[in-house]
C-alpha cells in the first residue's frame, strides 16, 4: 500500500483564491517532507524542504509568500498556494524521507493537478 | 549546479522487445543517481539508484542501469517490456536520496 498519501488530486480553483495540498506520510513519521512542482514535459522541481516544526527552505526562485508550507507534525505537511493565478497552474508532488525496515527512504505521493481559472 | 535531461519525451515499444530510456546528467562531484517510475493515479517508485560500486544496476521489475561516467549518462534497460510497464520514467540526480533534480520524463506505451 502507499506510504504517502496526496490529497487531492486534481483541484480547479478561480484566479485570486487560495489552494491547500496536504501531504501525509501514513504509518511512518517523516521529519522532512519535499515539495516539487511539474509544467508540463519539463522537469520536476523541487520548490522546498519542509522539516517537521521548524520554518521550511525555499529553493531559488520559489516565492515563499506565495507557497506557504507548513510542517506542524510528523506525518503531515502542506502547502497552500495563495492567491492562486493561472501561472500557478501545474502539477505538484510532495515526498517524505521516512525510515522504512531500518533504512531511510524517499516515498512520493501522487501528485495534484492544480489548475487555476 | 545538478541538472538531467531525458532526451525522448515519448517511446513506443512492442510487448516482449527490449527498452532502453536515454539519461544525460550534469553534476559537479560524484552523484546519487536514481529511476523512478510513476503509474497514472500512482506515486513515484524508486526502480534503481547507483552511487557507487559496480556501474551496472540492477532494479526492481527486471530493469537496469548502467552508470557511464565519460559519457555522464545512466540509461535504463529491461531485456522484454511487459504491457504493465506502461508509465512514466524519470531519471533524477542528487547529492544524497534526498535532494534530487529530476528530468522531464519519458512516457512509455507498449504496444501488443
Known amino acids: 500500500g502507499a506510504v504517502v498519501s496526496q490529497h487531492p488530486s486534481r483541484v480547479i480553483c478561480k484566479s485570486g483564491t487560495s489552494v491547500k495540498i496536504e501531504c501525509r506520510s501514513l504509518d511512518f513519521q517523516a521529519t522532512t517532507m519535499f515539495w516539487y512542482r511539474q509544467f508540463p514535459k519539463k522537469s520536476l522541481m523541487l520548490m522546498a524542504t519542509s522539516n517537521e516544526g521548524s520554518k521550511a527552505t525555499y529553493e531559488q526562485g520559489v516565492e515563499k509568500d506565495k507557497f506557504l508550507i507548513n510542517h506542524a507534525s510528523l506525518t503531515l505537511s502542506t502547502l497552500t498556494v495563495t492567491s492562486a493565478h493561472p501561472e500557478d497552474s501545474s502539477f505538484y508532488i510532495c515526498?517524505?524521507?521516512?525510515?522504512?525496515?531500518?533504512?531511510?527512504?524517499?516515498?512520493f505521493g501522487s501528485g495534484t493537478q492544480l489548475s487555476v481559472l | 549546479a545538478q541538472s538531467v535531461t531525458q532526451p525522448d519525451i515519448h517511446i513506443t515499444v512492442s510487448e516482449g522487445a527490449s527498452l532502453e530510456l536515454r539519461c544525460n546528467y550534469s553534476?559537479?562531484?560524484?552523484?546519487?543517481l536514481f529511476w523512478y517510475v510513476q503509474s497514472p493515479g500512482q506515486g513515484l517508485q524508486l526502480l534503481l539508484k547507483?552511487?557507487?560500486?559496480?556501474?551496472l544496476v540492477q532494479g526492481i521489475k527486471g530493469f537496469e542501469a548502467e552508470f557511464k561516467r565519460s559519457q555522464s549518462s545512466f540509461n535504463l534497460r529491461k531485456p522484454s517490456v511487459h504491457w504493465s510497464d506502461a508509465a512514466e520514467y524519470f531519471c533524477?540526480?542528487?547529492?544524497?536520496?534526498?535532494?534530487?533534480?529530476f528530468g522531464a520524463g519519458t512516457t512509455v506505451t507498449v504496444r501488443a
Open positions: 547507483y552511487f557507487s560500486g559496480d556501474t
Open positions: 515526498s517524505a524521507r521516512v525510515f522504512w525496515t531500518g533504512v531511510e527512504k524517499l516515498f
Open positions: 533524477a540526480v542528487g547529492p544524497n536520496d534526498y535532494k534530487l533534480s
Open positions: 553534476y559537479g562531484a560524484t552523484p546519487y
